[in-house]
């Protein structure tokens, strides 16, 4: 602000300096009118006060003609200087916020990548547990618990690696949480097959489908299916760009499930998290569809 009073004063200064002589002019006596008067011509005193009165006038407007320039001048210097400091302090608060967004993006990987080594290691944790057990019916809850915590740990993998941390891609991701489940689908002999849409949505509703399609799945196999059969587990995903939302559609051809009345709680609880009605069949064997708004 020092520098902008120097300027304002620097510009005055010069604009007198140009000024003062325009008007040291005006007040000198008109040597060269007299210079050309013969000596026989005298003036009326009437005339040289009427001359005087002009000449005044003049001059009172010329000051006048300067003042009004120095002000427009002063005033555009003003606000000239002013948009150059705005500018600057603008761009030194966007400077800032830069900065700080890029401090939360590093604090937020962070998060998720401490958050992912953490389900990883309670994964191992229950997976050593869930060697040692020998009972069928503890190995089935511990293998659904462990579904469950890596899939969340999917997730904040997922946004760890990504740069968008406001969006997950939902084909990559929910090919991991499939990827989850290779060692039961080797060891029932179980065929799974995801069809599936890119499109990115929000990280929560990314986990709560993600929790959906493992408590699906690990329903199926734990209850859908006789011991004899081929078992099979379809999902599609489709994206609708022009209506803005997914079709989801589970489906598996348990014999055991058909044509009975199965309302899975815990399904139906993430499906309010989701703000869908899922609609349920079970007349070859079970299915869950609904659609979803997406905003993109």
């Known amino acids: 602000m020092n520098r902008f009073f120097k300027v304002i004063l620097f510009t005055t200064y010069l604009f007198l300096l140009i000024s003062n002589p325009v008007v040291a002019a005006s007040n000198t006596p008109n040597f060269l009118s007299y210079h050309i008067q013969t000596p026989t011509e005298s003036d009326d005193f009437f005339s040289q006060k009427k001359s005087k009165t002009i000449s005044k006038q003049t001059i009172n407007e010329i000051k006048k003609s300067q003042i009004l320039i120095l002000i427009v001048v002063v005033f555009f210097v003003s606000g000239f200087l002013f948009l150059i400091y705005h500018i600057k302090k603008t761009k030194i608060i966007n400077n800032q916020?830069?900065?700080?967004?890029k401090e939360?993006?590093?604090?937020?990987?962070?998060t998720n990548h401490r958050v992912n080594n953490n389900l990883q290691l309670i994964s191992i944790l229950i997976s050593e547990s869930l060697r040692k057990k020998q009972n069928d019916a503890n190995k089935i809850e511990f293998e659904k618990l462990l579904s469950k915590v890596e899939t969340i740990a999917s997730l904040h993998r997922h946004l760890y690696l990504t740069k968008n941390k406001d969006k997950v891609e939902l084909k990559e991701y929910l090919l991991e949480v499939k990827?989850?489940?290779n060692s039961i689908v080797t060891e029932k002999d179980l065929t799974i097959t995801f069809t599936l849409d890119s499109v990115n949505i929000n990280p929560d509703?990314?986990?709560y489908l993600g929790l959906m399609i493992t408590e699906l799945?690990?329903?199926?196999?734990k209850y859908a299916f006789t011991s004899s059969q081929k078992k099979k587990i379809n999902l599609q995903v489709q994206w609708d760009k022009i209506k803005q939302e997914i079709t989801?559609?589970?489906q598996d051809n348990g014999e055991s499930s058909k044509g009975k009345e199965i309302r899975p709680i815990l399904v139906l609880q993430?499906?309010?998290q989701l703000a869908v009605n899922p609609i349920l069949n079970s007349n070859r064997g079970f299915c869950l569809t609904f659609t979803k708004k997406i905003e993109i």
């Open 248 to 250: 989801f559609n589970y």
């Open 205 to 207: 509703d990314a986990m």
């Open 97 to 101: 916020l830069a900065s700080y967004a």
């Open 104 to 110: 939360n993006e590093f604090l937020i990987s962070e």
């Open 217 to 221: 799945i690990i329903n199926s196999v």
């Open 270 to 272: 993430l499906g309010q």
């Open 179 to 181: 990827n989850n489940f």
